[in-house]
């Protein structure tokens, strides 16, 4: 695999390094995940259940990503695939004939991800940052996008809440870029509360929802 040197200033890294980006992101991370592990409980135990009966196959799919600095991590989410025909390095869109029943609606309100909170709490991922990619797909940033492995990868991001899978690869970048150079306190609370509109009504980018 061809390796990327990066291409991005010090000064690109300032949010980073602020008191929030250092110190209080982390602890917002730990206090959060475990409130939302808390009252997730019900719904993971539900979802579980849902996709235990929906198809054979195990309750989770593991895979690996890229996470803080490139370090490759194993996430997990819950299956929503059918075991035989699921091509882990294909994007699945929500009309993909590999998506179970079950699997199209916690994809649509986005369950299947629900496991990861354990990542935030072990530290491996955010609450909030670009999410993580498979290694295959840091091919696609441009030396100037790898600023986007400077940070841990999130449960959600700016781009998630802006058209997702929607975007193009490199809008998807370019979004986690501005998010990189622009990290605050007010910018992760206002992708939160994003997040919670796109759980309930849609990704939305040009007229189209899912």
Known sequence: MMT???SYHSSDLTAINTFYGRFGKPMMDRAGGFVLLVFASPLLLITAAAVTLSSPGPVLYRQVRLGRHRRPFY???FRSMVVQNDDPAKQAYLDDPRITRVGRLIRRVKL???PQIWHVLTGDMSLVGPRPTLPEQMQNCTPSQLIRYEVLPGLTGWAQVNGNVLLS????REHDVYY???????FDLRILLMTIAVVLFGEKVK????
């Open 4 to 6: 990327i040197e990066p």
């Open 112 to 114: 299947d991800e629900l």
């Open 180 to 186: 990189v150079k622009h990290l605050s306190l007010l």
């Open 207 to 210: 007229g189209r929802a899912w």
């Open 169 to 172: 690869v490199y809008d998807r």
């Open 75 to 77: 996430i997990y989410k």
